[in-house]
């Protein structure tokens, strides 16, 4: 690859890739649910939260808010240790919007998950209307001593969309975020989600432009999926909600990567959930099998991470 940043046989810049080059070893994330709940579905911004929205689809058995976060960080690390041979750790607060409670109780989780000596530092997941001042501080101050990173959710870049799918903010709220967390020592990490009804590819593709002109240190992708319980698997059940297919997710996937700059490293670029409650798509691949498609269809098209903002791809007559 001509990039140093984009890994050879991935052909993008991969989160695994950016942690080992930081910390010197393999750092996992563990999740952990610090008891929090969501404005947008506490009354304060709405009360149906996204259409697509059961935390229970994206959070692990086990992370259960009754559980102190320490003993939830013991099996956590004690999983990865195991599985993936993990030296050090960065405690993810995934559940629900993990900034959305007073500065004090923010403090505690915060500190007692950097108090762990394998702990190198924070993940925190939230929404762009959900920062408040002290929060911001608090995030800052423990930068200076610990990785911390802040995962924003935008999903989409369109407030007709965004307002489609009850995400209760829009995107001047998320730049306005992405502005004061800018500069403060803090890693911003963007989820998108690809997929929305009504949405085009090219419509989606124009969001690698908007993060490539941003402080964005890295992105989460996943495909739009409906699970059980959800606003959104009652619109597939009457037809109204049509999930793209593999094929479409994949070429759109590495569509994104190629636009976007290589100094972005890759969280993650599909979404699953447990057969048990998975509506739709029922596109039947294991994990393995969805990072690979993508990045075999990176290959196939003889492209990496990027490679389109130097006209590399179109130089090799790729694309
Ligand atoms: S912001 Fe997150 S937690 Fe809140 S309703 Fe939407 S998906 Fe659920």
């Known amino acids: 690859m001509p990039d140093s940043l984009i890994h050879p046989d991935l052909r993008f810049h991969s989160y695994g890739t950016y942690l080992r080059r930081r910390f010197g070893c393999r750092v996992s994330k563990v999740n952990v649910d ?34 102190p976060i320490e003993l939830q960080m013991t099996e956590g690390m004690a999983y990865h240790r195991h599985r993936l041979g993990s030296e050090k750790f960065i405690v993810y607060f995934q559940k629900f919007t993990n900034t959305y409670a007073p500065v004090d109780r923010l403090r505690d989780l915060y500190t007692r998950a950097l108090a762990h000596p394998e702990v190198v530092g924070i993940s925190v997941g939230t929404r ?23 995962e924003l959710g935008l999903q989409s870049m369109d407030d007709a969309i965004l307002q489609q799918i009850g995400r209760g903010h829009t995107l001047a709220e998320y730049l306005d975020a992405v502005g004061r967390i800018a500069g403060r020592g803090i890693d911003l990490c963007t989820h998108l989600i690809y997929g929305f009804p009504g949405e085009t590819r090219e419509g989606f593709l124009r969001t690698a432009d ?61 979404g699953s959930a447990p057969l048990a409650i998975r509506v739709a798509p029922t596109w039947d691949l294991k994990n393995n099998q969805m990072w ?14 990027g490679c389109r903002l130097t006209g590399a791809c179109l130089k090799a007559g790729n694309l």
């Open 210 to 270: 908007l993060i490539a002109g941003l402080p964005v240190n890295s992105v989460k992708l996943h495909q739009l999926h409906a699970v059980k319980g959800t606003r959104l698997a009652e619109l597939y059940h009457r037809g109204e909600f049509v999930p793209i297919t593999h094929e479409e997710y994949v070429a759109t996937a590495c569509d994104f990567l190629e636009l976007l700059p290589s100094r972005i490293a890759i969280q993650r670029l599909f």
């Open 128 to 150: 762009p209307d959900s920062l408040s001042d002290e929060a911001m501080d608090l995030l800052a101050d423990l930068a200076k001593r610990h990785y911390v990173c802040i």
């Open 292 to 305: 690979y498609s993508i990045v075999n269809e990176l290959k196939r098209r003889g492209t990496w991470q």
């Open 34 to 67: 610090g008891g929090f709940t969501c404005p947008n579905r506490d009354g304060t911004r709405g009360t149906g939260g996204c259409i697509y929205c059961d935390n229970a689809s994206f959070s692990p058995g086990g992370t259960v808010a009754e559980k």
